[in-house]
Structures are given as structure tokens and as C-alpha cells.
């Protein structure tokens, strides 16, 4: 289950994957030091939501209803938005990457994005097996260099962009 993030959702967010240094590793935000870290990430995603009518989603589990981690879409403007997802440690391995990404693509779809992407560091594997699963696809001859703050402090890296052309109403 997909819900944007409110405000009693901060302490959520922080204990099961924003302050974890293992799970922010690889991401392009620094991990979360303390819950008003957190608590500005959610005032981010409600005004966010309120300015492109689309933003960060929290992924919940159907079954017992605890919070698995977090995901999105950032409108690009002129059909764009780029996606990607963080989940706890406990999620990692369950499928839960690739039903995200699928729900993304699916929003992304729905409301007229014609161009998805995603980042992604070029040592996070299972990362880029889950967006090719997706049916995304690595942008050859593309190159950017982005600092990854969780990782050695100050030091940029080539990021990998990966791409799925959309077309509205088609699965």
C-alpha cells in the first residue's frame, strides 16, 4: 500500500530506514541524524505534493501494516519525473523494489509522464537488476557525477541514469 507521508509518519520513517547508515548508503539525501531531520523531509514531501500534485509515497505492508520504506515520483516538468525507492533492511529481498518501481510506473503513466528515470550508484547491483526487471533500461553515453553524502564525505562519482519511455493508457 502506497500513502504519502503525514505528519504523525516521522519516528516511522526515521527508526525503520531514514536514519539507518546501511540503508541510506547508496541513496542521493544524507541519512537522517535525528527525527526532526525527518520531520522536515515530511513538511518537504506535503508541500512537494502540493506544488505538482505527485511526490514521495511510503510503502506499507498489506499484511500487517508496518512501514517498509519509502518512494516516488519528482516532476521534471515537460512529461519528465524520476523515480527511486529506499526500503528497511527487513524488505530487502521480498520483491518489494520491484513492486514500488511497477506502482511508479504506473502513476507515472496515469498522469501523462513521458519520460521515467532513474539514478542509480554504479556499485548498487540489486538496484540496477530491479529497474532493468522494470523494463528500464541504462542510458549509454550518459554521464553526470553526483556526491553520494552517506558514502566518503565530499567525494562525487559517476552516477548510472537509466530511462523508461512511457505511453499513456498502454501496459
Known amino acids: 500500500m502506497l500513502t504519502p507521508p503525514g505528519s504523525g509518519d516521522a519516528g516511522a520513517i ?10 541510506t548508503k547508496y541513496l542521493g539525501w544524507p541519512r537522517h541524524q535525528t527525527v526532526a531531520d525527518t520531520q522536515a523531509f515530511v513538511a518537504f514531501s506535503v508541500a512537494e505534493w502540493e506544488r505538482a500534485g ?3 509515497y511510503l510503502i506499507w505492508a498489506r499484511d500487517d501494516g508496518r512501514l517498509l520504506g519509502g518512494t516516488g515520483l519528482q516532476i521534471e516538468g515537460a512529461g519528465e ?6 526500503l528497511a533492511k527487513d524488505a530487502w529481498g521480498h520483491g518489494y523494489a520491484t513492486e514500488s518501481l511497477t506502482a511508479m510506473v504506473d502513476v507515472a503513466r496515469a498522469i501523462g509522464v513521458a519520460l521515467l528515470s532513474a539514478l542509480c550508484h554504479p556499485d548498487h547491483r540489486a538496484s540496477s537488476r530491479v ?4 523494463g528500464f533500461t541504462r542510458r ?19 552516477v548510472l541514469r537509466y530511462e523508461l519511455p512511457l505511453e499513456r493508457g498502454r501496459q
Open 54 to 56: 505527485a511526490g514521495p
Open 81 to 86: 519525473a524520476i523515480t527511486g525507492y529506499v
Open 131 to 134: 529497474l532493468e526487471k522494470c
Open 140 to 158: 549509454r553515453g550518459w554521464s553526470q557525477q553526483i556526491v553520494f553524502p552517506n558514502l566518503a564525505p565530499g567525494g562525487a562519482c559517476s
Open 14 to 23: 526515521f527508526n525503520r530506514y531514514a536514519g539507518d547508515s546501511e540503508v
